[in-house]
């Protein structure tokens, strides 16, 4: 006899498939897609667009109403498009009222037959009462299928509602003997174009960049990511532009610099207050305690955590990357790897002060993989060995 739920990890891949479609757009919310499927075919087609928009399971509702030539917003036209039907979503729907009604109910109303998920929404507001309002309603729920995939997808936000910090990803550059930079702090290039334009694709899934001011000024940054060297980007329509967190302990940037002069917000977080005067309105100053003479790596994972950042690309000098490192907060490296070598006075990758073989930090590499002429190394950091 077959099994007529065989196909569930079918569908759900493409409920994933479509969720990847937001994560350029949904920050804070997390990425989540969603099908329909009614005897064997798929009736509606959605994922999370923008936060403040519809959810993925009604653009899904929506799709399947309009395929059926229906009013896409009539609760009618609704349950008239989506009776019976099995809805696949890579997250547990909504029980709560934000900017949009509650999921759950929705599919409740739709008539919906049966729900699978992903994952468990780990927000405190939902948190397995979307599971329970759908089930105690008489529709059969299954799952998680393909949780992995769905934690992978939305990791940051994960990070963030269960240990109340962003999911933090170091992206360095360097040349075959391990220099990021000369002496005199020179960096530009290490890396060949390709490797360039795939740093613009993690820096369009992040909410924020950070970076240290040394970085900044030495390399004239603006830290934004670049429609023409993107692959991916939109071909019309504002790019999101990642928020840009610069560390500048005592307030060495300047309004002229060339980091200010595109108008996408940036934090400037400092030790010491720094009259705000004369500085365009994108640009917020933020006094945070110090550590070391810095400012405080804790302090600033906990204010980004606060305005709700899920994940921030670390695109700094050794002394910003090392202090995060040290201090645990380090999720992932990504590292380009450049055919080159810049010789013994040249910088190192971070600065750690490590003097004997027993404290070296061991890495879990994850994926190693040509692009273009450069290498790129994704690592995890063992903090346990």
Not at 3 to 18: F, I, K, Q
Not at 65 to 74: E, K, T
Request: glycine residues 8%.
């Amino acid at each position: 006899m077959t099994n007529p739920h065989m196909n569930d990890s079918v569908y759900m891949a493409e409920a994933l498939s479509l969720a990847r479609r937001g994560i350029y757009t949904v920050t804070p919310n997390p990425a989540v897609g969603c099908v329909l499927v009614r005897d064997g075919q798929v009736i509606g087609r959605g994922w999370h667009q923008r936060a403040g928009d519809h959810h993925a399971e009604i653009n899904a509702m929506r799709d399947a109403c309009s395929q059926a030539g229906l009013a896409p917003d009539s609760l009618s036209a609704r349950a008239a498009a989506c009776r019976g039907a099995t809805c696949y979503v890579t997250l547990e729907p909504c029980s709560h009222t934000g900017r949009t009604g509650p999921c759950a109910q929705a599919i409740i109303d739709a008539g919906i037959a049966r729900v699978v998920y992903a994952m468990e929404d780990p927000n405190p507001q939902v948190a397995g009462r979307g599971l329970e309002l759908i089930a105690e309603a008489g529709i059969p729920v299954a799952g998680p299928v393909l949780e992995d995939e769905a934690l992978a997808l939305n990791r940051g936000f994960v990070r963030r509602m269960t240990r109340r910090r962003p999911f933090i990803r170091c992206k360095m550059a360097m040349s075959l003997d391990g220099r990021t930079a000369m002496a005199s702090g020179e960096s530009q290039w290490i890396t060949a174009r390709r490797a360039r334009e795939d740093v613009q694709r993690l820096r369009a899934a992040s909410c924020a960049i950070l970076s240290g001011v040394d970085t900044v000024l030495l390399d004239k940054a603006s830290l934004t990511v670049r429609r023409e060297d993107w692959l991916e980007a939109p071909a019309e329509g504002d790019i999101r532009q990642p928020l840009r967190v610069i560390l500048d302990s005592t307030g060495r940037l300047t309004p002229d610099a060339t980091l200010v002069q595109i108008t996408s917000p940036i934090l400037l977080i400092h030790t010491e207050e720094v009259d705000p005067a004369g500085w365009p309105d994108h640009v917020e100053h933020l006094v945070l305690p110090a550590r070391e003479g810095r400012v405080s790596p804790l302090a600033v994972v906990q204010e980004l955590a606060k305005r709700e950042i899920n994940e921030v690309l670390v695109e700094a000098g050794a002394k910003v990357a090392g202090s995060f490192l040290r201090l645990g907060l380090l999720d992932e490296l990504v590292i380009y790897m450049s055919p080159k070598l810049l010789g013994n006075k040249a910088r190192g990758l971070f600065e750690l002060p490590i003097d004997a073989m027993a404290g070296q930090l061991p890495l879990d590499i994850k994926d190693m993989r040509a692009i273009g002429q450069d290498w790129r190394i994704t690592a995890v950091p063992d903090f346990d060995s």
